[in-house]
């Protein structure tokens, strides 16, 4: 069985469509908060916890998003830019990435980590502070769009939804990947005994076991895989399939604009 990743705040807050909320999330100066605290450890915990997986799961999403040679493409809530490197490796020089997130502190280690990186076309990336349902875009300015492990916790998920929307151009794809709201119960039963046994004692050795434990509530308030298919369709996305990954613990939307 798959191991589970511990990515968990969102970008963007404001008022829910009532169709798809849950119950609230933390205000968007909690999630800042923490996001920004956790920065710098946040890429051995999410090794460490993952053992290693998140990486295969962020290829798998990159690979949905259809990114190719040449183009412009777009990363929500970047974090440490995993997923900005790789997009950065399928556009190549000639194409461009922009990963965007609310934390400064993360954006700041991955811009470090780009300056590190000996790679020349990872120049490509431009890091952009921003919120997730306010995208500072123009209508169909992305190629593909992609999403890892932030639209679980964004307060207003139709809207980020619509705002992924406007800024794809026409036969775009949106890659979004995150934990999976099973409706299976002996999947939701599994990640909730790892996270009470596995995920919070290791936050814990970083001082972070409060934290950590708002994953648990976060995955059963979130919505499950054919609800996120509905919310594509609903905003306007031509086609939306939801795949179940890792072991049925993680989960990765496709919708194609």
Aim: aromatic letters at 8%; one cysteine or more; glycine letters at 8%.
């Amino acid at each position: 069985m798959a191991s589970l990743q511990l990515h968990l705040l969102p970008l963007s807050t404001g008022p829910s469509s009532s169709r798809f909320r849950r119950s609230p999330v933390r205000s968007s100066t909690e999630r800042q908060s923490l996001f920004n605290r956790i920065a710098p450890v946040y890429d051995n915990l999410n090794d460490l916890l993952s053992l290693g997986q998140h990486r295969i799961w962020k290829r798998m999403a990159v690979s949905w998003s259809g990114a190719k040679k040449g183009d412009r493409v777009l990363d929500l809530c970047c974090g440490s830019g995993d997923l900005a490197f790789l997009l950065s490796e399928k556009v190549g020089s000639s194409g461009k990435v922009i990963g965007l997130d609310f934390s400064k502190e993360q954006l700041s280690v991955a811009s470090s980590r780009q300056k590190l990186m000996s790679k020349a076309f990872y120049t490509n990336i431009e890091w952009v502070e921003g919120d997730a349902i306010d995208l500072p875009f123009s209508d169909g300015h992305f190629d593909a769009i992609t999403m890892g492990y932030g639209l679980r916790n964004v307060v207003d998920k139709h809207k980020a939804m619509q705002e992924m929307f406007r800024v794809s151009k026409a036969g775009s794809r949106v890659s979004i990947l995150d934990f999976n709201n099973s409706t299976n119960p002996v999947i939701a039963f599994t990640q909730e005994l790892m996270i009470d046994n596995v995920v919070v004692p290791v936050a814990s050795g970083f001082g972070l076991a409060e934290d950590y434990k708002y994953l648990k509530s976060s995955i059963r308030e979130f919505l499950t895989g054919k609800e996120l298919e509905e919310l594509a369709l609903d905003v306007g996305f031509s086609n939306a399939r939801y795949y179940e990954i890792g072991g049925s613990l993680m989960g990765n939307l496709v919708a194609t604009r």
